[in-house]
Nanobody, 114 residues
Framework: QVQLVESGGGLVQAGGSLRLSCAAS????????MGWHRQAPGKQRELVAT???????NYADSVQGRFTISRDNAKNTVYLQMNSLKSEDTAVYYC????????WGQGTQVTVSS
């Protein structure tokens, strides 16, 4: 069983930056895909960014050019550097990982004030 623990959320002004981290409970456990989804109040959960062990990256159009995903495969840790934050980025951000099944973290709140 894999547990994912997120950190780094908080309150930031528009135009600011935050860095999210997510660590899997078991170092060395193979997780082919890791990344982030988010859910804003009253909206559906949406993909933000994912990264495979081989370095393939997908971004949502809304964050492309502002957010950067990175990954430490040896530590099964994924990061999300969020720059030029906008009020519409306000959401709960959930860490995501998948090998044969999907795993979800508890979520970390990101609030961007305008």
């Amino acid at each position: 069983q894999v547990q994912l623990v997120e950190s780094g959320g908080g309150l930031v002004q528009a135009g600011g930056s935050l860095r999210l981290s997510c660590a899997a409970s078991r170092s060395g456990f193979s997780l082919n895909v890791m990344g982030w989804h988010r859910q804003a109040p009253g909206k559906q959960r949406e993909l933000v960014a994912t990264m495979t062990t081989t370095g393939n990256i997908n971004y949502a159009d809304s964050v492309q050019g502002r957010f950067t995903i990175s990954r430490d495969n040896a530590k099964n840790t994924v990061y999300l550097q969020m720059n030029s934050l906008k009020s519409e980025d306000t959401a709960v951000y959930y860490c995501y990982a998948r090998n044969y099944i999907a795993y979800w973290g508890q979520g970390t709140q990101v609030t961007v004030s305008s």
